[in-house]
């Protein structure tokens, strides 16, 4: 498969006079027409009251603090569930909820989401009122069960509904059809912010929050939302903007959970320049790592704790499950490469139109990261599975554009119900569980409904950048402008810029990245790294002249700060 360079093309004219021309360009490369669009102070926040379902969880919330009832929040077992979890531990204690604890069902015994199971654990907890975050809008069953057992159910959850609902007491979440919220890309935690903000609001209304002191600040737990935003890789439109932004402020002043810091600290990441980047790359992983490996439950009680010494312990352990994770994602994408080019031969060296495949080794935790690397790797939609116990595999799917994965696996359920037991999810990444003794059924269906799809998956691969960057905006100054226009990640892409060099050197530094030292047509020279490149291409010293598409960054190394270009593809000029 080839490589196109594209550069985008702006729409409208200047934004603004008072922008860097570079930063204007960027903003109107990326579909903005108004300064308004890109504004990411929280006055700017959409409010919450056009969240359907939200007064009602309000009044059973209220209910329920003002009768000490016991309140128990159904997580979830990554980053999303995690932060969600902890901020509604973190805010409900703050309003005066006494009676609280949490559950987050271990992806090994219980699965995902709101089981019946569950729900005869948080019973045994003497559950009077269950708040699912991340999840529960396609737990029909447990929802059901909770209500047998008398139990009041709040569902909080973005995932796209089913065609039915579960019969809980309130259900908000952006994405039900008679939902009037004008941003359908909240993250769960999100939606989890916006039921605390307005139960905080209607307490401070109705003179229910302490009269000694002053009503707490939902900003205070921007930070988490934040993290969580990120880490579950919604699309950042303006609104989910704002959000990260103003975590990302409270993170780089120092004013983060003690928790947030740790995970930092251990990775060695000053908060002064961190990006949006930093939460998807360093802190979300770690956080992850306890629900893929062991107990989400670690990262909760991280995010929870208000002593940094206790925190720096629990970032610890987050971080040897990460590197635990790393080396056992090696091994399954070895695996899964093989199985793929398997799969490749048996049609004749043709890619075919989806890649499914199981192995008895392959881990339930990681199995999406697997198929998020297969997809990037063959540019088609992929499932892994893992066995999961009983006869059932479990599979975590991953989609390229223009396939909507979720749409697709409703397709195959509707035309041949009996081949999947339950599924969910969003545009590109989805979760199922099916039969063992149905795969090969299920792949050649999968495969039918990809194929009538359409979609030219063998075109050539698209780099999408901004244009070469002007030669004096190559210095750190600029790249903290530029951080500083952020943030920027799934849906607002990072900028990155396009340009030709002469390669004055190049060295592997790690497993197999390319260390270089660059020179600019004005004889700068310049630091620049490619990660993860073919050993088969690179290093060459038969080449002079490179291409690319990069990103210019800040690097610390020993308290020095100094200007890098990341490289996100690279060629040798002919």
Same mark, same amino acid.
């Given at each position: *498969? ?20 570079? &930063? ?111 999840? =529960? ?23 796209? %509904? ?25 993250? /769960? ?38 993290? =969580? ?55 979300? %992983? ?9 107990? *989400? ?66 881990? #339930?935790?990681? &199995? ?34 223009? &396939? ?20 969910? =999810? ?21 495969? #039918? ?15 999408? !950048?901004?244009?070469?960057? %002007? ?14 226009? /952020? ?14 060099? !002469?390669?004055?050197? #190049? ?13 600019? !047509?004005?004889? #700068? ?28 960054? &800040? ?20």
């Amino acid at each position: *498969m080839n490589t196109q360079i594209i550069r985008r093309q702006p729409v409208g004219g200047m934004l603004s006079s008072s922008l860097h021309p570079v &930063i204007d360009k960027i903003y109107r490369n990326r579909g903005v027409t108004q300064l308004e669009d890109v504004n990411t102070q929280a006055k700017c926040l959409l409010h919450f009251k056009s969240l359907s379902g939200i007064q009602k969880a309000v009044e059973l919330l209220i209910d329920a603090i003002a009768k000490q009832r016991r309140i128990v929040i159904v997580g979830d077992f990554d980053a999303d569930g995690a932060t969600s979890t902890a901020l509604c531990m973190l805010a409900l204690k703050s309003f005066g909820a006494k009676s609280l604890s949490y559950l987050v069902p271990n992806r090994f015994d219980f699965g995902y989401g709101l089981s019946p199971q569950i729900v005869d654990v948080a019973h045994q907890d003497a559950a009077d009122l269950i708040i699912t975050v991340d999840s =529960g809008i396609a737990c029909l069953e447990g929802v059901a069960h909770a209500k047998a057992l008398g139990l009041d159910v709040i569902v909080t959850d973005h995932h796209l %509904p089913p065609a039915t609902l579960p019969d809980a007491d309130a259900i908000v979440n952006p994405n039900l059809a008679d939902c009037a919220f004008p941003s359908k890309n909240l993250a /769960g935690v999100g939606v989890a912010f916006y039921l605390l903000s307005a139960l905080r609001s209607a307490m401070a209304d109705r003179g229910l929050l302490s009269k000694t002191q002053p009503p707490p600040s939902m900003a205070q737990w921007l930070d988490i939302v934040a993290v =969580g935003t990120v880490a579950d890789v919604v699309k950042l439109d303006s609104n989910n903007r704002i959000l990260v932004h103003q975590g990302l402020q409270r993170i780089r002043a120092g004013k983060c959970r003690p928790g947030i810091k740790a995970i930092l600290d251990i990775a060695n990441r000053q908060p002064d320049n961190l990006t949006a980047s930093d939460l998807g790359f360093v802190v979300g %992983p770690r956080l992850n790592a306890a629900g893929r490996l062991d107990d *989400m439950s670690t990262g909760i009680e991280c995010l929870l704790a208000d002593d940094i010494y206790l925190a720096r312990q629990m970032a610890a352990d987050l971080d040897s499950l990460n590197q635990q994770r790393k080396q056992i994602e090696k091994t399954m994408k070895q695996e899964a490469e093989q199985l793929a080019e398997a799969l490749i031969a048996e049609q004749s060296g043709e890619v075919p139109s989806a890649l499914v495949f199981h192995h008895s080794a392959f881990h #339930q935790g990681i &199995i999406g990261i697997v198929a998020g690397r297969m997809k990037d790797r063959f540019n088609r939609p992929v499932i892994a599975f893992a066995d999961a116990g009983d006869g059932k595999i479990k599979g975590s799917a991953r989609s390229v554009e223009g &396939i909507h994965i979720r749409d697709a696996l409703e397709d195959l359920n509707r035309e041949s119900p009996e081949l999947i037991d339950k599924f969910g =999810g969003h545009a590109m990444a989805a979760g199922l569980t099916i039969n063992l003794s149905n795969l090969e059924r299920f792949n050649q269906r999968f495969m #039918q409904v990809i194929a009538r799809l359409g979609v030219d998956l063998d075109s050539d691969k698209r780099v999408y !950048t901004d244009g070469p960057l %002007p030669l004096d905006c190559l210095t750190l100054d600029f790249v903290r402008l530029l951080y500083a226009s /952020g943030p920027y990640g799934q849906g607002f892409p990072a900028p990155a810029f396009d340009d030709q060099f !002469t390669l004055i050197s #190049q060295r592997i530094v790690g497993e197999n990245h390319l260390k270089m030292t660059l020179e600019h !047509t004005n004889g #700068q020279h310049l630091e620049a790294i490619a990660f993860n490149i073919d050993l088969d291409v690179w290093p060459n010293n038969q080449v002079s002249q490179i291409k690319g598409v990069y990103k210019p960054e &800040i690097n610390v190394f020993r308290g020095k700060q100094s200007l890098q270009l990341v490289f996100d593809y690279m060629e040798a000029c002919v």
